[in-house]
């Protein structure tokens, strides 16, 4: 029998290769077939030969979106732990600021961001704040979540043994609330990076040389379809790297003990 | 023990180590669990509660542990309250219905936590932590997770974790009702043993009338619910108890004080209910 660790690997990364392979073979034969012009849909080769050839326009975007993606989704991990933690300290703080950060998270970020942009003075901060606006909710939310699931019978438990404030933080409260608050380090990481573009559309091509948005919207005036498409798969890719970033730390952190983290028995 | 230190033991009784007088609970919600309890626990004693199922004996178990608050009456510990608990002479462990550990941290880790929280050094407390695993025939499983033991496992984990701070009084809370019968009586002689070396004052629950027979100095009996203690039998038997004790015609005498008393329990607790 093949080690059925490696076997989930492997069937983990062939199976979407192939569906992507498949798609992508389709997409191609049907382009050429039918003589699509490369302004309406471009063929995967076209967007990759556009990708090496245009490498010196995307590749500094790809930077600048994911310094504004990087830099908010740290702003919202830190203030949304910070907030979570003041929540659980007091049921009235919860009941006080719950809604306004609800609030933060209905309201669609096109809506915020002009209003951001023009109160705060520098462009690339105003971004980062639109972009931790939208990825601080599920840390708070999940934090809080995890800071309250703890198991009553050890919390019992740690009162019996008189365990200071500090004590039941570090050793109960935290280690309960990991596996919440990695579930919540995932989709906000993705929101992040949803949040940083969405920022750049708005804040637009005026002056300010910026990141794969920025990029969309000049091949979009200038029809260059190929290099929007180029831009496109970047700021996927950007995402799908950030999501397995926050998988391996989140199996890092919780293989050992937690149940999501387990190879299931067969 | 032989009998002139019992007789002299009935002239001269030991001190109160637990007296809870008029201990009650009700739920928020209004579940009845526990009518007012009077009860007086003397160093030394191996007191056992038996009762039928959602009878109140883990509220009651929890109430003499200081884990919950009665909604009447009070519960000293040697003659004084709850803040006194912990100094020393004062220790008191419980050990929980269910293993109740911390799944991200090993064995070894989760029966270092009492000492950890009293931030012993880790020096003192590693040898400590090793000889309660052995008593509890876990040496050996201190790197293991939870996860990796089974539901007996888990429970004596819980045990070796309630006895490394080596207490006084232990309250346990059906500690050995998920064993097979084998571990289950070793354990029980290993508790007995322990017990008498130490002089540990125990208050258990039970839904085994044997176990509570081998086991005890005095067998409590609840009602059904709401709680409130219908029955006293002294099991007056010596100790040490072996094996032939548990053969013996008077153990069956007991148990069947103890069937009786159960049967009648249930009864009027259902008429009252
Ligand atoms: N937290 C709670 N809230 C409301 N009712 C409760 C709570 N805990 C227990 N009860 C009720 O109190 C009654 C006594 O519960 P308890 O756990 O003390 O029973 P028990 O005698 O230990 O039962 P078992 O032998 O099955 O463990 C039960 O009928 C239960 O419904
Ligand atoms: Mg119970």
């Not at chain 1, 050839?53 to 975007?61: M, Y």
């Given at each position: 029998?093949t080690?059925?660790?490696?076997?989930?690997?492997?069937?983990?990364?062939?199976?979407?290769?192939?569906?992507?392979?498949?798609?992508?073979?389709?997409?191609?034969?049907?382009?050429?077939?039918?003589?699509?012009?490369?302004?309406?849909?471009?063929?995967?080769?076209?967007?990759?030969r556009?990708?090496?050839?245009?490498w010196?326009?995307?590749?500094?975007?790809?930077?600048?979106?994911?310094?504004?993606?990087?830099?908010?989704?740290?702003?919202?991990?830190?203030l949304?732990?910070?907030?979570a933690?003041?929540?659980?300290?007091?049921?009235?703080?919860?009941l006080?600021?719950?809604?306004?950060?609800?609030?933060?998270?209905?309201?669609?970020?096109?809506?915020?961001?002009?209003l951001?942009?023009?109160?705060?003075?520098d462009?690339?901060?105003?971004l980062?704040?639109?972009?931790?606006?939208?990825a601080?909710?599920?840390?708070?939310?999940?934090?809080?979540?995890?800071?309250?699931?703890?198991?009553?019978?050890?919390?019992?438990?740690?009162?019996?043994?008189?365990?200071?404030?500090?004590?039941?933080?570090?050793?109960?409260?935290?280690?309960?609330?990991a596996?919440?608050?990695?579930?919540?380090?995932?989709?906000?990481?993705?929101l992040?990076?949803?949040?940083?573009?969405v920022?750049?559309?708005?804040?637009g091509?005026?002056?300010?040389?910026?990141?794969?948005?920025?990029?969309?919207?000049?091949?979009?005036?200038?029809?260059?379809?190929?290099?929007?498409?180029?831009?496109?798969?970047?700021?996927?890719?950007a995402?799908?790297?950030?999501?397995?970033?926050?998988?391996g730390?989140?199996?890092?952190?919780?293989?050992?003990?937690?149940?999501?983290?387990?190879?299931?028995?067969r | 023990?032989?009998l002139?230190?019992q007789?002299?033991?009935?002239?001269?009784?030991?001190p109160?180590?637990?007296?809870?007088?008029?201990?009650?609970?009700?739920?928020?919600?209004?579940?009845?669990?526990?009518?007012?309890?009077?009860?007086?626990?003397?160093?030394?004693?191996?007191?056992?509660?038996?009762?039928p199922?959602?009878?109140?004996k883990?509220t009651?178990?929890?109430?003499?542990a200081?884990l919950?608050?009665?909604?009447g009456?009070?519960i000293?510990?040697?003659?004084?309250?709850?803040?006194?608990?912990?100094?020393?002479?004062?220790?008191?462990?419980?050990?929980?219905?269910?293993?109740?550990?911390?799944?991200?941290?090993?064995?070894?880790?989760?029966?270092?936590?009492?000492?950890?929280?009293?931030?012993r050094?880790?020096?003192?407390?590693?040898?400590?932590?090793?000889?309660?695993?052995?008593?509890?025939?876990?040496?050996?499983?201190?790197?293991?997770y939870p996860?990796?033991?089974s539901?007996?496992?888990?429970?004596?984990?819980?045990?070796?974790?309630?006895?490394?701070?080596?207490?006084?009084?232990?309250?346990?809370?059906e500690?050995?009702?998920?064993?097979d019968?084998?571990?289950?009586?070793?354990l029980?002689?290993?508790?007995?043993?322990?017990w008498?070396?130490?002089?540990?004052?125990?208050?258990?629950?039970t839904?085994?009338?044997?176990?509570?027979?081998?086991?005890?100095?005095?067998?409590?009996?609840?009602?059904?619910?709401?709680?409130?203690?219908?029955?006293?039998?002294?099991?007056?038997?010596?100790?040490p108890?072996?094996?032939?004790?548990?053969?013996?015609?008077?153990?069956?005498?007991?148990?069947?004080?103890?069937?009786?008393?159960?049967?009648?329990?249930?009864?009027?607790?259902?008429v009252?209910?």
């Amino acid at each position: 029998m093949t080690d059925p660790r490696r076997l989930d690997l492997a069937l983990r990364v062939a199976m979407p290769a192939v569906i992507a392979a498949a798609a992508l073979a389709a997409w191609e034969a049907l382009v050429r077939l039918y003589e699509v012009p490369a302004y309406l849909v471009p063929a995967p080769s076209e967007v990759a030969r556009t990708l090496v050839a245009d490498w010196s326009i995307l590749g500094p975007s790809l930077v600048v979106t994911l310094r504004t993606t990087l830099a908010a989704f740290a702003v919202a991990v830190v203030l949304g732990t910070l907030t979570a933690f003041l929540f659980v300290q007091s049921r009235w703080i919860e009941l006080a600021l719950f809604p306004y950060a609800v609030l933060l998270q209905v309201t669609p970020i096109v809506a915020i961001a002009p209003l951001v942009i023009i109160w705060v003075k520098d462009i690339q901060t105003a971004l980062v704040v639109c972009a931790a606006i939208v990825a601080i909710f599920p840390v708070i939310s999940n934090t809080t979540l995890g800071l309250r699931s703890v198991d009553p019978g050890l919390a019992a438990l740690f009162r019996m043994y008189r365990a200071s404030r500090l004590q039941q933080l570090v050793r109960l409260r935290i280690p309960s609330a990991a596996p919440y608050f990695f579930g919540g380090l995932r989709i906000a990481s993705g929101l992040a990076l949803i949040g940083a573009v969405v920022a750049e559309f708005v804040a637009g091509t005026g002056g300010h040389a910026g990141g794969l948005a920025y990029q969309i919207l000049q091949a979009g005036y200038q029809l260059n379809i190929p290099r929007l498409f180029a831009a496109l798969l970047l700021v996927t890719l950007a995402g799908i790297a950030l999501f397995a970033a926050m998988v391996g730390i989140s199996k890092l952190a919780l293989a050992h003990w937690h149940e999501s983290e387990l190879v299931a028995e067969r | 023990m032989n009998l002139a230190e019992q007789a002299q033991r009935s002239v001269a009784p030991s001190p109160a180590v637990l007296t809870a007088r008029g201990a009650a609970k009700t739920y928020p919600g209004g579940v009845r669990a526990l009518e007012p309890v009077d009860l007086e626990v003397r160093e030394g004693e191996f007191v056992t509660l038996i009762g039928p199922s959602g009878c109140g004996k883990s509220t009651l178990l929890r109430i003499l542990a200081g884990l919950a608050a009665p909604s009447g009456g009070e519960i000293r510990w040697w003659g004084g309250g709850a803040d006194r608990l912990g100094e020393p002479g004062r220790h008191l462990s419980f050990v929980f219905q269910d293993p109740t550990l911390m799944p991200w941290a090993s064995v070894a880790a989760n029966v270092r936590l009492p000492l950890d929280l009293a931030r012993r050094a880790r020096g003192e407390s590693d040898p400590r932590v090793a000889a309660a695993l052995g008593l509890v025939g876990l040496g050996g499983f201190e790197s293991s997770y939870p996860r990796q033991l089974s539901g007996g496992m888990q429970m004596r984990v819980s045990i070796a974790r309630a006895l490394v701070t080596d207490p006084d009084l232990l309250l346990m809370d059906e500690p050995f009702g998920a064993l097979d019968e084998i571990t289950r009586a070793r354990l029980d002689a290993d508790l007995l043993a322990l017990w008498s070396r130490r002089r540990l004052t125990v208050v258990f629950v039970t839904h085994s009338i044997y176990e509570a027979v081998f086991l005890s100095t005095r067998v409590l009996v609840l009602s059904a619910r709401p709680g409130r203690i219908v029955g006293e039998v002294a099991i007056d038997a010596p100790f040490p108890r072996g094996d032939a004790f548990r053969v013996s015609t008077g153990f069956a005498g007991f148990c069947q004080r103890l069937s009786d008393l159960l049967a009648q329990a249930s009864a009027t607790g259902a008429v009252g209910a």
